[in-house]
């Protein structure tokens, strides 16, 4: 069991109260993931300001990052490194001064926090109710097929401005892994959400949009699994065939809103007035800012 | 009547639980539910409980006897083993509504998603909307009424339920097949739309239940053992 909570908001006027929004989202599913929990904020200019690239690391202890030439903020276990470049070249300059460090998440729009603890601990730990932005997710982690670390957090961000946080477990994800490793993907962990975010940024990255990428992943990967996918421009729910995972969509032209249950969405504002539907099994639902 | 509010913003659900499993009172209003699990779960004594709010999994578990009105939408196991009373909801149920129930009567006025009545076991549902692939799935007493559509998977594995569907029907499961919708049948239909508060023609469904040939063994298929 895990949850998932994500908001995507159509209202520029609710932007400041994105993390406030997620915060209360991702308290209603503390208890279906009480191990560790991962947070994804998209344009949050406190940490990455306007014509900067973000990168979202986990450094090792001790890791002086004075040599980044960047602007730095820390987050308990998650460190967000900004500076004024392109993603892919403060991506390399990370790993040229820390090789062995994890980056979780980079973009021009996107920070990603991981820790391990009690979820409402952490969201104080990374500051989520004071975040801004247009789009987040959170992720409340059970963890059933490796270890409670910040690495296992959701979500996985492999792609640019790119996020996927997963409720499930693939079973065909080795097979599906090798065939990727073959086409020259390199991979982080032997986790099977990871495998996931892989085959979306692989067919992002060929020019597929959103829906195109899940309809594929949904033709290719067998198992369980509730997903919810981010890009640079988009928000996007996937359930398997036979839908063995919750979710709950809420919608209304201020925002659209997913959880694996309603109570994370009870706190959401005119929710009353919301368009409640649990997405139907294969079916994927996407939107795009 | 005298009737006792609790307002689960402010009162944990274990205390509205315990009170109405020892009631002072015949009738209790339950206010910002919020998608709360287990919402009035173990009733077993003819109280009323109207629930303002959409409520989380197993809301009216286990109910013997109590009359639960859901304004709202539910989550997973609606009503799931229930024995005995009516659990009505005004909105949707999500999977597994009225799963291995053994009587009383659960009706749902919006549609059910996955899996309604799985393994019922006498229980009645009458739903309002359509439902989900896979309803009625193991079915082994008791008989649901859709007015709307059904999916895919419809009754597989059936044992004796008897279903009755106004709209379409997606492929039938393994097992479940269509039959004559006789005067009893009719008769029946138009008793449970009733209860229901419907008023739905009869002669506009059709019925489907088991066509008995998995639960027999069949001595000639002996060698494939």
Redesign the interface.
Known sequence: MCGIVGLHLRDPELHPQLGRLLESMLC?VVERGPDSAGVAVYGDRRRVPEGHAAVSVLLPPGADTNGLDAEVSVAGDTTIVAAPVVPEDLVARVKGLFPTARVVGSGHDLTVYKGVGHPRELATTYGLADAVGWQGLAHTRMATESAVTPEGCHPFSVGPDQCLVHNGSFSNHASIRRELVRQGVEFDSENDSEVGARFVASRLAQGEDLEKALLALRETFDGFYTLLVTSADGFAVVRDP??CK?A?IAETDAWVAMAS???????LPDIDHAR???P??GRVYAWRR | METVSFDLATTPVRALNAELHDPAVKSYEVLHP???HAVAAGIDTGIAVEIRG?V??YCAGMNDGGSVTVHG?A??GLAENMMSGTVRITG?A??SAGATAHGGLLVIEGSA??RCGISMKGVDIVVGGSV???SAFMAQAGRMVVCGDAGDGLGDSIYEARLYVRGRVGELGADCVEKELRDEHRAELAELLAAAGLDHDPAEFRRYGSARRLYHFQSEQAEAY
Do not use: K, W
Request: charged share 20%.
């Open positions: 209603g036979i839908a919750p709950v249950e309603f109570r994370a969405l009870a706190a409640l539907y649990e139907e099994p | 919020d998608g709360a959409h989380g999994y939408n989550a997973t949707d999500s999977q998603s996955m989900g692939p896979m």
